[in-house]
C-alpha cells in the first residue's frame, strides 16, 4: 500500500532524512521517499499500518502533516 502525506517545516536534505528514519522505523513501513522540495513523504507499507502512527512519527521528529 502507498500513502502520501504532505508536509510543511522542511527544508532541506537533512530534515528529508530525519522523516525517512522516523518512517522506516515503523513495523510494517517497507520505505519512504521524502522531498523538502515537493513537501511529500511517499511511504510504502503494509494494510495494517497505521495512518495515525506515520504522521506521529512525523510530527515527533518537528515537522507538521498537512
Known amino acids: 500500500m502507498q500513502t502520501i502525506f504532505k508536509i510543511s517545516g522542511m527544508s532541506c536534505e537533512h530534515c528529508e532524512r530525519h522523516v525517512r528514519e522516523a518512517l522506516e522505523e515503523i513495523e510494517g513501513v517497507a520505505s519512504a521517499q521524502v522531498s523538502h522540495t515537493e513537501n511529500t513523504a511517499t511511504v510504502e507499507h503494509a494494510d495494517n499500518v497505521s495512518l495515525d502512527a506515520m504522521k506521529e512519527a512525523i ?4 515537522y507538521e502533516v498537512q
Do not use: P, S
Not at 510530527?59 to 518537528?62: C, I, K, N, R, S
Open 59 to 62: 510530527v515527533e521528529v518537528g
